[in-house]
């Protein structure tokens, strides 16, 4: 409505004196009256039109719109600017008025929510950048309104409303709320064929999530996952937001791994997190970890306690929690520990004590193309040193499967580097659901031993054989060091994945399939993920 009654004066100003061209004529004299919150110079500052030079309809519209948004965001909601009294001189020059009536400065009488079903008002109130009592700000309620989009428990703000008060200098904004349910299921299932003598497996994962714990955005996690028939996993993770009124995250988790009779683990850590600007959070954490050597891994694993600290970075600008399409999420992270390494009756390690370091980042971006269509590009790298020179398998990264590189089996691949590349190309049809293709890319290395040269390939080799890892000759069963590996293998090497898949949200839940295809499989062998999340 500002833009078209703008347009209208201008069209009647040169109907009555135009008859030179708009483009030969020249700015005069801009008289502007009415401002009384800003001086008459921070007002010319912002603007672009300067005496003398061509006078142009578009850029005196984004002025006064630029003007607008000064007084919004200086309080002044219902601020109007109307241009007019324009003269011709010697038909070469406008002169012209800008009068500025700036009503009221306006306070937040009260922040109202409505939709709400699970969520406490507070709980929404303390994640907003403008308070009651505020003056009314206009980049303040945008970036509120940001915020409160990028909860996991919030769908989207449908509605916006600034309400006036019977006193003229306060306001009630209204902002109506669409949620999502409070709680989820998510099942995951895959299904890895067979190769040579390996008969083919379902793989897969449940994560529940009690995303919002009695509407104060509590969040507990709970997950338990297969990577293969003889291996399991299972989390638990509890985040306290807002602590003690700060915006201050406290969270633990603790980990159960148990891997295909090689080690057993179990891990403890605890987490603080802190939001020092906006969309940017930092966090502190400390954690424990205890590895106990099972059957096949009691030839080369010792029996170790961790104790570590993490320093952590996250950028997030993403328009949508669960479907982006525009947005940068980025994450670095830190993490020293000193690790106890202990002898177990066959197997004594040749350090003791071992400090490693370790290294993550992890970048994804997401960029419009056309209409309801994106590009999703991700990199993740991690690293690590150690006084080691054989990193354990157990403090290996890994990689491979759903949430890594596509087309293989779950953490199919280890290293003390490993990096992977993700880009999608997607149609989101709406807002939680998209159809998609893809095309994945890993690389990892790390130090390894020759086993047909060193006496600990010579032990595992024994140790598949479910014989004595130490030999007959060496008469009964007993402690041996590991001594130093004369023939180290470096071991490295790179893969591709690629694939298709669909997501689509339902009255049951959110329905995700895709298929994604190894560097080496025919398109018939390729790997099928099916997952479901259901929000109740």
């Not at 500002?2 to 100003?13: D, G, V």
């Not at 008002?121 to 505020?134: F, N, V």
């Not at 909860?151 to 904004?173: G, N, Q, R, T, W």
């Not at 090497?493 to 025919?522: N, P, V």
């Amino acid at each position: 409505m500002r833009k078209l009654n703008f347009i209208i004066i201008l069209i009647l100003f040169f109907i009555f004196y135009g008859e030179s061209s708009p483009a030969e004529l020249l700015t005069g004299q801009m008289v502007i009256e009415g401002n009384i919150f800003f001086t008459t110079y921070q007002i010319e500052r912002t603007l672009k039109t300067r005496n003398g030079q061509t006078f142009n309809t578009v850029i005196l519209q984004n002025d006064i719109e630029r003007l607008l948004e000064l007084y919004e965001e200086g309080g002044f909601p219902y601020c109007k600017i109307t241009p007019g009294d324009f003269r011709m001189i010697d038909k070469k020059r406008i002169d012209f008025k800008l009068s500025i009536d700036e009503g009221p400065r306006v306070k937040l009488k009260q922040i109202y929510f409505d939709g709400l079903k699970y969520t406490k008002p507070k709980t929404l109130y303390r994640e907003m950048s403008i308070r009651s009592e505020d003056y009314f700000s206009q980049d303040r309620m945008k970036m509120s309104v940001d915020r409160l989009e990028r909860l996991s428990y919030i769908k989207k703000i449908k509605d916006v409303k600034l309400e006036s008060d019977m006193e003229p200098d306060f306001a009630f904004l209204t902002l109506e709320i669409e949620e999502n349910k409070p709680n989820s299921v998510q099942g995951i299932l895959g299904y890895v064929p067979a190769a040579g003598k390996r008969n083919g497996y379902f793989a897969g994962n449940i994560n529940l999530v009690l995303d919002n714990i009695f509407g104060s955005g509590r969040k507990a996690e709970t997950s338990w996952g297969k990577k293969d028939p003889y291996s399991s996993d299972l989390q638990f993770s509890y985040q306290e937001p807002w602590f003690l009124g700060f915006p201050l995250s406290l969270g633990f988790s603790l980990n159960q791994v148990d891997y295909d009779s090689t080690y057993f683990k179990l891990g403890l850590e605890t987490k603080a997190s802190l939001e020092l600007w906006e969309k940017v959070n930092w966090g502190i954490g400390v954690s424990w970890e205890k590895i106990v050597p099972d059957v096949a891994g009691e030839a080369f694993l010792a029996n170790s306690r961790k104790y570590g600290g993490a320093i952590e970075a996250s950028f997030d600008t993403r328009d949508d929690f669960n479907n982006p399409r525009r947005g940068i999420y980025y994450e670095t992270e830190v993490r020293y520990s000193r690790k106890s390494n202990y002898a177990t009756a066959h197997f004594v390690p040749d350090k003791a004590i071992v400090y490693e370091t370790r290294y993550g980042i992890n970048l994804e971006n997401f960029i419009p193309t056309f209409a309801y269509q994106c590009v999703a590009w991700g990199i993740h790298l991690k690293s690590m040193r150690s006084d080691e020179r054989f990193i354990s398998f157990v403090d290996q990264f890994k990689m491979g499967g759903l949430n890594s590189l596509r087309g293989y089996r779950e953490e199919e691949f280890a290293g003390s580097r490993i990096a992977w590349s993700n880009l999608e190309y997607r149609y989101l049809i709406s807002d939680n659901s998209r159809i998609f293709a893809f095309l994945d890319y890993g690389y990892f290395y790390k130090l390894s031993w020759d086993p047909q040269t060193t006496r600990l390939g010579a032990r595992l080799s024994a140790l598949a054989s479910r014989r004595s890892p130490l030999g007959e000759a060496e008469g009964s069963r007993g402690k041996q060091r590991a001594k130093p590996l004369e023939e180290e293998i470096k071991v490295s090497g790179d893969r591709w994945g690629y694939g298709f898949g669909l997501s689509i949200d339902s009255k049951a839940g959110i329905f995700t399939i895709d298929y994604a295809i190894g560097e080496e499989d025919k398109i018939t062998n390729g790997k099928i993920h099916f997952g479901i999340i259901n929000r109740f």
